[in-house]
């Protein structure tokens, strides 16, 4: 049986997810009227503590759509270079909203308001014919950085700065809740400073399409003008609104055990020596193969010949990610052929004189 823990965006949807698809009263969305999409995003509203959700059809378009309703063109952007919208959005944001960015660049991924000052400092502000930050973004959890859980207090403190300079406060928050259950606070607790924040549905929650995303009712107002403006209007939205809601109710609190399952895995990795296992708390485990001679693209297609795929996930690393269709025995499965291919690979040290 092959195991893939490429991403927790491979999930299938479960049993109960297709009956309540199937099940779904449909009306047309674009005259306000499938219940289901309305049902999603007040249950949403409500989750987040926020007076208005909008479904969309994925967190990228998300991203674009927060980016395009809260700045102008020529405006700029804060972030730190490893954020998925930087990262993996090719140069979409400066396409649709004609503004720059300016690049924090950390290991961790982890900026704070020294940081954000240092950027700040980095150009002319004098007034107003300057660019200006409009757009401060904290990522959480972090998807290029392991998993990492931005830490609550250090966001609340840049998103304070933020604000201190006229910018808004927007939170990629795919994996909001899985910073949440793993720390223990209360989702809200991590949204209530951000203006926007988006939430992927079809990441560990397991639902086949969409994110939601959560303001405002005047900022959720200008992002929905932008989603008709891209195309990204759904007619009978609720066949998958239904699979989003079903998440919310059902795979929230099982999101625990793929944090488990990562840091099983993290454990048993963790023998190898001559591949460092990382794991920061959440659900992904990263291992540092740099030693073996290949790149993380070769050992990924070897370790898929082995039953097991995992993400290359940089020039030194491959990533792995437990998610809903994923048990105990497929870690333990998946950690014992990791290793053997580990140690297939692993250079004859020089014999000892
Ligand atoms: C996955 C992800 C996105 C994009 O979501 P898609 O639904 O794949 O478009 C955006 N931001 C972060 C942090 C992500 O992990």
Redesign the pocket.
Known sequence: MFIDLRSD?VTKPTEGMRKAIYQAEVGDDCFGEDPVVRALEEYCADYFQKEAALFTT????S?QLAMKSLTNPGDEIFLDAS??INFYEAAATSAFSGVNFSLSRHDSGLFDVSDLEKLYASKCRWNQNYAMPRVVVV?NTL?CKGGAIFPLQQMNDVFGYAKSIGAYRYL?G??ILHASIASSIDVTSYTENADLMAM?L??GLGAPVG?IMVGSTELIQRAKKYRKWFGGDLHQGGMMAAAGLYAMQHHVERLAEDHEHAALLHRLLGELDDAPAHYKGTNMVTLDISSLGMSPLQFGSYLSQQGVAGLPYNAREMRFMPHINITRTDIQKAAEIIKAAVREHTPAREAIK
Request: with cysteine; net charge neutral.
């Open positions: 965006t994925g967190g990228t378009l991203n954020y998925h990522e998807g990629d795919a994996r992927c079809s990441k994110s």
